[in-house]
């Protein structure tokens, strides 16, 4: 890089050339493989429903092309709870929208957190835990986030279930029932 005396430095190349679509014509490279807006309204519940639940995809392969992340919406029935479990490699999100979600984890499941609405959950890799809607009367309403399109659930039927799930499963886009 030189300084040319005009006091602007030059990088051997000029930023003004185009792309081969004519100086008049707007570079559309990114017109349909940008940024994506999908509508809360217009999220895809064609994935695989499980009575207790309701589950849809907003971003994922088929719909917008993501190839490392998967996020969706998840209604999750009063009371229910996972096995226990972990997702490999995965990392999880879940961000509560409404409701009050009930954490459990670690080798024994001797932790224990709670999350409400505005509330943002973070699952490692590898981490052995069971979600819990802690309500018995109010849905759980959450946007769930995971590091991959493809959905890893190891069950750990050795560990006991701190909550055993005996009336309803949470099951949604990871989580399916067993």
Same mark, same amino acid.
């Given at each position: 890089m030189h300084d040319s005396g005009? &006091?602007? @430095?030059?990088?051997?190349?000029?930023? @003004?050339?185009?792309?081969?679509?004519?100086?008049?014509?707007?570079? /559309?490279? %990114?017109?349909?493989?940008?940024?994506?807006? !999908? #509508? &809360?309204? $217009?999220?895809d519940p064609?994935?695989?429903?499980? #009575?207790?639940?309701?589950r849809q995809a907003a971003i994922n392969a088929a719909?917008? *092309?993501?190839?490392? !992340? %998967?996020a969706g919406t998840v209604a999750i029935a #009063?009371?229910?709870?996972?096995? +226990?479990?972990?997702? &490999? =490699?995965? /990392?999880s999100v !879940?961000?509560?929208? @409404? *409701? $009050?979600? $009930?954490?459990? %984890?670690?080798? $024994?499941?001797?932790y224990v957190a /709670? =999350?409400?609405p505005g509330d943002f959950i973070f699952v490692p890799p590898y981490v052995p835990h069971q979600e819990i809607n802690a309500s018995t009367d109010e849905p759980l309403h959450c946007v769930l986030v995971r590091s991959d399109n493809e959905a890893v659930v190891v069950n750990l039927p050795d560990v006991a279930a701190a909550e055993a799930p005996e009336t309803?499963? %949470? +099951?949604? #886009? !990871?989580?399916k029932h067993p």
């Open positions: 005009d &006091g602007h @430095s030059h990088h051997g190349h000029d930023h @003004s050339h185009d792309h081969g679509h004519g100086h008049d014509a707007p570079d /559309e490279r %990114w017109k349909h493989d940008g940024v994506r807006v !999908i #509508p &809360g309204d $217009r999220l064609n994935t695989a429903q499980t #009575p207790g639940m309701f719909r917008v *092309g993501a190839q490392k !992340i %998967w #009063p009371d229910a709870k996972t096995g +226990v479990h972990h997702h &490999g =490699a995965l /990392e !879940i961000y509560v929208v @409404s *409701g $009050r979600a $009930r954490m459990r %984890w670690g080798e $024994r499941l001797e /709670e =999350a409400g309803v499963y %949470w +099951v949604d #886009p !990871i989580h």
